[in-house]
């Protein structure tokens, strides 16, 4: 059984940083791109953050851009996202997802894109 556990939310002030990981397991994704999304309350899911499958290509939404950085260990088949300098709007659930087709780069900001969603991890920033 696939799975991708997201882990690391929590509630952090704003302008401090926070760490979320992705871990997956049932099959290796080391080949495969993986991205971040969140939803905020009443919204609707946005994209975050892309990495493709070796870690050489990194796309960002505009609102994160220069203040998160998406990395990703193949060798423990684990994808991050590190936070810096968060603010209130980025109070969100955060999902990661992995691309179901291997050394595949589609469009990236979109879901429908993605294969396999974890179940998300809060996380929320106080002003």
């Known amino acids: 059984q696939v ?3 997201e882990s690391g939310g929590g509630l952090v ?3 401090g940083s926070l760490r979320v990981s992705c871990a997956a397991s049932g ?4 080949t495969n791109a993986m991205g971040w999304f969140r939803q905020a309350p009443g919204k609707a899911r946005e994209f975050v953050a892309y990495i493709n499958w070796s ?3 990194t796309y960002y939404a505009d609102s994160v851009k220069g203040r ?3 990395s990703r260990d193949n060798a423990k088949n684990t994808v991050y996202l590190q936070m810096n300098r968060v603010k ?3 109070t969100a659930v955060y999902y990661c997802a992995a691309e179901a087709r291997a050394y595949y780069t589609g469009l990236y900001f979109r879901e429908s894109e993605y294969g396999y969603w974890g179940q998300g991890t809060q ?5």
């Open 68 to 70: 998160f950085t998406i």
């Open 27 to 30: 099959r290796t994704f080391s």
């Open 13 to 15: 002030q704003a302008g």
């Open 88 to 90: 209130p709007e980025d």
């Open 123 to 127: 996380v929320t920033v106080s002003s």
């Open 3 to 5: 799975q991708l556990v």
């Open 55 to 57: 870690g050489s290509s």
